[in-house]
């Protein structure tokens, strides 16, 4: 791997001692510019103090001195501790040796650069745990003193992220330290030590089944699967024991999720490692019966046995758990899901591999460029004939996935796992995009048949899959698509067409197509398909749906229309608009006042949406300065359905805007969050579930409304502490008066119930439509409702659980279908577990 | 029990990565703004609001709002405009509602293709009345006024350069309006075998 440039500091062309000039993948790098960016920055931090410029420029442009010197060497130290072991060579036993020899001579001197330099290698690089291990085991074995350092920073680090919650470092640090054992560094009994402290709230054997204790279960097997082997040989009985336990929990949970479909995502076989910890206990016991052996990757440990003999073993302080974590926040390990076939019997090494792989894209997420290049460096350390590489062969397409491993298919298959990740991902959906598009832009052809692959596979069983998977698909695939010139081949999906329009396929290839004109514009979608979609596609670019233009009306209505237009369009007033409202409609004797206000409303907010159908600003332009009149509009609960039905009908010829205008209606408090879900529901959306629109709006509600929440509580926990502070404080500050704390506690207290009448009332509706006989047009129809009813309930299943005794008294009652009470039965589950 | 004091405590609070954040500041600066360089990082440290960079000039509002979304809820989008004719010159800033989402922005979007075009997204102090209008000469942004490549997302070719290519079509058009009738060639009477000695086929 070429990290010269990152780590190095700038011996690129400046005499960099033969070395070519390679990219991550061998290939030649042409040296332009513009390619250098953003990787060829200069070392942050591999140099000490504030050296600023580019690592290039050194000779002749200063006094070159001891400290120049010192930093030379310091980035050739980093880089050779960064690159050391990135291919399983014949060469990397004598590397490791040498590196070893460097480091313990030089980590006196540079020993900063070269400790904070490990430390990460640990944590971003971990695919490579083998490689440091030993290295820290040599280190160790050369020079105690160094040894301690390295493992006493490890456990440090460590700790810290424990008491952060940062559990990818966890999972990835607690391998290490598995390591350490094979080389004599730790002790098995300091390793036992730690992995107790993770199986503390488990002891008993009774545990309770919770999100806390499923993440403590997965860094403990996690964790077992690369210890196996030394603890067998030196703390047998303790490993038996330490299973044992672990095992019975998993079996305690797996009985709990026993037939909850909640969070599973394709539904057409029964769920395969849909339980991640009976998956993971599955390996762990395979790979014991294989006497602890894991050889998908090299071990270098193994040569060095003689020398890990004579090392000294450190002592290490207690491990403490987090305290104060929220159920949220635990890890929920991801199934890898299985999208091509692969040799059954090579079940334990594709975990290995996809495990590390999965590692990565956690630890490396923020860049996703370098994520890519590294995702693509992992086979590397392999063994011989554990996996097959596409890119690394003459002819890929002979590759044979039943066969052999193949390495693209398993990355592809992580990636696509972390993307469908039931109830939710780790990341937002884009990091999964974006990191497809660079392992694509990396290896063009081979990675774009892999996408093509993993996303018919998965389009092969559309009649299966979770309907918020499906979703994501769409999402996923539209910017993906759009990334590489608006390519695919569309033929293969040409029988969606003549498929029932709300049928998975159908709707999947239309959603997805209705995203890339959003991304695009239509004439643009419309060139690239093929005749047989016309139906797939609107007839018309989307447009605006102006009421007071398309219908015919009377004369006194024109009147009006013309007036109000008239006004709108010369910028006149709120004021003005409201007068020529009031002037017209109190001339209509032949109606009551309701009647005239509701028309006066109409009048107003069809216009106000016609001021700002032009662009989004022009939207937000419009509603900002006819807020005052809307809101005065909106003065109860039917006037504000009513303004979001108007919304919704002015816009129905283009779904991105509606859903825009209604967020932003929600925004500028002309509607409320149960106005929105009173229109989302609406009798008259019956027959149309199948459409993603709605429910992309009901997100955006319910997300917006959590998120206040949460902000209230935060400026709650400021006001709190000003005012202690205050009250600590005998002078009495010149600070700024903070906010009073009543005044903070009852906005909140009345967000609180919004959101506790936002979830109930949500749910009502959607037990309502799913247990009569009128709440969807068809199957299929009733289908995608209870689909995005599962999406609802596990999203939200924090403030549904908030809200249990009253949905289970008033809404999942007796009256309620059996399929919408077993859903309510499954998250409660799921909250437990 | 390992002391402490082992090794140095900046270990454990320095923030040094191998790999390079995406989510960091850049080397992109606005020349016109006010305040200090550490004014400038502070701002950049809380900031909701990106400059975006390298858009087609036909690019809508509605396209750069589906894809900047997937980063977050957009508070505001403001198109950059051509300083004389008010139309978008290929830039805009996009501010979200809170600075994390800002961060994956960064993370996730900077990069990626709108309208084929690779989106160019920069953490930015905020946007200031005025801001929305090109710097360049001619009213749009400066890197249009010297760019020599044609670009037809963006106008077509650079100011500068449609303006040499605007002299040489004035020059070339007022050259052959000079030319009333095409020449009709001299007669000359050498046996008609003219192309042959030549030989220039």
Known sequence: MDFSGRVGGGRRGGGGGGHRNVDEFGRERRDRPHQRKPYDRPARGGHRGGHGGRGGAHAGMGPVGPIDEAQEIESRLSSLIVKVGDKNTPTLQNNLEALSVVLEKDCVKHELTVMRTFRQCVLELPWKVTVYSTLAGLLNAKNSETGEKVVA??????RGSLAKGDWGSVKVLMRFFALLVSTNSIAASTLIGMLDTFLAPLAGGSAKVSASNNCYVFIVLSTLLWAGRSLKEHAPAELEQRLELAAKYVQAQAEINQGNTLSTVFHDTPPKGSNTLAHLLDVVRAVAGNDWKVDAIYAPFELFASEFAQAKQHELPALELPTELAATAFYTPSEFLQLVPSPSDQAVRKYVLQDFIADTLTQLEGNRKDCGKCLMQIHNLCNEDVCSVMTAVQHPEDVDPESTLVFEYMMAEVLFSFLLQLPEGLYREMYYTSLAIELRKAEPVILANVFETMVESIVARVQ???????????????VYISNFGFQWDWTK????????????KHRFVQETLLKLIRLSYLDRVRAMLP?????????????????????????RTREVSVAVGRCLKSKGSVEQALAILQEHYSKWADIDDDRRQSLAREMLVEHVLLLGSKTFSHMLNAIEKFMPALQKFGDSPEAKLQIARVTEDFWLGNPQFFAITIDKLVNYRVIDPATVIAMLFDDGHVGSWSKFQYWEILHNTVKKVNMRVVQLQGRLEAAVTAANAMADDDTPAETQPAESVEHVEATLAQMVQEQRDVVVSTARHFARLLSSGSGASGELDRAWLHGRFKEFLRTYRIQVMENASTLESSVFTAEASGDVRQAFEDVRKLSAA | MAPATLFDDSLLTDTFTIVPRLDRPSTYKDHQYQGSTEQWSTDLARTTTLYVGNLSFYTTEEQLYEIFSKAGEIKRIIMGLSRNDKTPCGFCFVEYYTHENA????KYVNGTKLDDRIVRTDLDPGFKEGRQFGRGRSGGQVRDEYRQEYDEGRGGWGHMRAKQEEDRRIQQEENYEAIASVPAGAELEINGRLGDKHGDM
């Open chain 1, 493 to 504: 999906w040409e029988s969606a067409a003549s498929e029932p329009v709300d049928s998975p």
């Open chain 1, 531 to 555: 005749d047989s979609y016309s139906a797939l596609v609107p007839a018309k670019a989307p447009a605006h749906n102006f009421k007071f233009t398309v219908q015919a009306m009377d004369e």
């Open chain 2, 103 to 106: 961060l994956e922005c960064m």
């Open chain 1, 464 to 478: 299966f899959i979770d309907v918020e998977c499906l979703n994501r698909l769409s999402n996923w695939l539209a």
């Open chain 1, 153 to 158: 920073l490890m456990h440090a680090v460590l």
